[in-house]
């Protein structure tokens, strides 16, 4: 609740504009506001009769990562042990589901993303996750999961985070466009987003990258070099704010 009191803080500091709803959406496209989206990730210490996820909901909270690491909701991608979703998770998934908050699925075991999509018939998000078939990580999604997410209506943000990209640690633009490609291939244009996760990959991007202007920016100036501008539009943008119109309340 700390943080959500810095959050509404900053929020009426910087003259943000809150999205809480799918017309909250349309307006701050319409009319070029400069808005913020509540999210959380890691949802450890909250459970579904916790007056703090209702305090949340009421705050405007849209999106929910369960877990980050192991925790007392569900096991995570690093997990040496996958149980999947605990009871209280279940719990709580369905209590999002209840409060119109989106599930996103990044950071979940395998087992516990099964668990989420067999649970819940809403669409959902898989925030900043790559694709385990290009990059073998846990924290990527396998085949599967992707087009899961895809047939759910949701979408996959493409993760900047180079041990996410190569096994080696070490990335270029051919490993992005090898990503890219493949969701373009596997489930088409509108199911793939942004989700570069700039603030979680501890200053390491790939090697082509330079933190001197917009990282956004260098990304749209590459995809453009080899996809259609309406593509790169859905991918830089269109597709999640379309998802977001249709699926917050």
Same mark, same amino acid.
């Given at each position: 609740?700390?943080?959500?009191?810095?959050?509404?803080?900053?929020?009426?500091?910087?003259?943000?504009?809150?999205?809480?709803?799918?017309? =909250?959406?349309?307006?701050?496209?319409?009319?070029?506001?400069?808005?913020?989206?509540? #999210?959380?990730?890691?949802?450890?210490?909250?459970?579904?009769?916790?007056?703090?996820?209702? #305090?949340?909901?009421?705050?405007?909270?849209?999106?929910?990562?369960?877990?980050?690491?192991?925790?007392?909701?569900?096991?995570?991608?690093?997990?040496?042990?996958?149980? @999947?979703?605990?009871?209280?998770?279940?719990?709580?998934?369905?209590?999002?589901?209840?409060?119109?908050?989106?599930?996103?699925?990044?950071?979940?075991? =395998?087992?516990?993303?099964?668990?989420?999509?067999?649970?819940?018939?809403?669409?959902?998000?898989?925030?900043?996750?790559?694709?385990?078939?290009?990059?073998?990580?846990?924290?990527?999604? #396998?085949?599967?999961?992707?087009?899961?997410?895809?047939?759910?209506?949701?979408?996959?943000?493409?993760?900047?985070?180079?041990?996410?990209?190569?096994?080696?640690?070490?990335?270029?633009?051919? =490993?992005?466009?090898?990503?890219? =490609?493949?969701?373009?291939?596997?489930?088409?244009?509108?199911?793939? @987003?942004?989700?570069?996760?700039?603030? @979680?990959?501890?200053?390491?991007?790939?090697?082509?990258?330079?933190?001197?202007?917009?990282?956004?920016?260098?990304?749209?100036?590459?995809?453009?070099?080899?996809?259609?501008?309406? #593509?790169?539009?859905?991918?830089?943008?269109?597709?999640?704010?379309?998802?977001?119109?249709?699926?917050?309340?």
């Amino acid at each position: 609740i700390k943080y959500l009191n810095i959050y509404l803080y900053e929020c009426e500091r910087l003259s943000l504009s809150k999205i809480r709803s799918g017309r =909250d959406v349309f307006s701050s496209v319409d009319n070029e506001l400069r808005s913020v989206l509540l #999210t959380v990730e890691g949802g450890g210490g909250l459970f579904a009769d916790s007056p703090e996820l209702d #305090t949340l909901a009421s705050a405007g909270l849209s999106v929910l990562g369960l877990a980050w690491d192991d925790n007392e909701l569900s096991s995570s991608a690093w997990t040496k042990n996958d149980t @999947g979703l605990t009871d209280e998770g279940k719990k709580l998934v369905n209590r999002c589901n209840e409060l119109g908050i989106i599930i996103d699925v990044s950071h979940l075991s =395998d087992r516990a993303f099964y668990d989420v999509y067999e649970l819940s018939p809403m669409p959902f998000l898989a925030t900043h996750s790559n694709f385990r078939e290009i990059c073998d990580s846990p924290r990527n999604l #396998t085949r599967d999961m992707a087009l899961k997410v895809a047939e759910r209506g949701g979408v996959v943000g493409l993760n900047l985070y180079p041990g996410f990209l190569n096994l080696s640690g070490k990335a270029d633009r051919e =490993d992005i466009l090898r990503e890219v =490609d493949y969701a373009l291939n596997l489930f088409g244009e509108k199911h793939l @987003g942004f989700g570069f996760d700039i603030d @979680g990959t501890d200053g390491k991007y790939p090697e082509f990258i330079s933190t001197e202007y917009s990282i956004h920016d260098q990304i749209i100036d590459l995809l453009l070099s080899h996809y259609s501008t309406e #593509t790169v539009e859905r991918i830089a943008g269109a597709n999640v704010i379309e998802f977001l119109k249709n699926n917050l309340l």
